[in-house]
T-cell receptor
């Protein structure tokens, strides 16, 4: 069972470079999310999507863009990376968006921006 | 003010000890859900339990138990007879309804180290 797959697992960028993180889920989930995890701050929502072709801003969207061209994929882009974007990035998905809905997470992407 | 507070940054115990992870939350909503997720060394977060705001019954699942008390806004997690495999980061989270959709807020996490 693949679940939620993130690529790449590790990446080092120089300030100003761009990159795209890919998230793929095979559970036919409608909702997908991108979080970043920083020490002492838990997980914070960057962007999310409620379905194919839709995206919305989360808690910390600045400096990131997303796209959901296909239901199973959710891409996170950094147009001009900054050291403040050094973090671990997690993609998650859920079948619905109910209050009680549990999220399924990928294994994370560790990004360092020098 | 932080919505979900996990005051214990890191806990170290010896195998077979019992350990309680604290979680205190803040909300004005009457309907909400609380969650616990586990992040093992492999990285991905794994769902452990959810509890709705109307159900204050404690829950036990094997060595795990959860104590939800609305009077103190707490949702604490106890591991009985801890094992090395319990070593992980544990996150408490609060799910609230908002006009733009539901919002899931995570605590900062508690690192649990179980030594053999």
């Amino acid at each position: 069972n693949a679940g939620v797959t993130q690529t790449p697992k590790f990446r080092v960028l120089k300030t100003g470079q761009s990159m795209t993180l890919l998230c793929a889920q095979d559970m036919n989930h409608e909702y997908m999310y991108w979080y970043r995890q920083d020490p002492g701050m838990g997980l914070r929502l960057i962007h999310y999507s409620v379905g194919e072709g839709t995206t919305a801003k989360g808690e910390v969207p600045d400096g990131y863009n997303v796209s959901r061209l296909k239901k199973q994929n959710f891409l996170l882009g950094l147009e001009s990376a900054a050291p403040s974007q050094t973090s671990v990035y997690f993609c998650a998905s859920s079948l619905r968006q109910g209050l009680n809905e549990k999220l399924f997470f990928g294994s994370g992407t560790q990004l360092s921006v020098l | 003010a932080q919505k979900v507070t996990q005051a214990q940054t890191e806990i170290s115990v010896v195998e077979k000890e019992d350990v309680t992870l604290d979680c205190v939350y803040e909300t004005r909503d009457t309907t909400y859900y609380l969650f616990w997720y586990k992040q093992p060394p492999s990285g991905e977060l794994v769902f452990l339990i959810r509890r709705n705001s109307f159900d204050e019954q404690n829950e036990i699942s094997g060595r795990y138990s959860w104590n939800f008390q609305k009077s103190t806004s707490s949702f604490n997690f106890t591991i009985t007879a801890s094992q090395v495999v319990d070593s992980a980061v544990y996150f408490c989270a609060l799910s609230e309804a908002r006009e733009y959709g539901n919002k899931l807020v995570f605590g900062a996490g508690t690192i649990l180290r179980v030594k053999s």
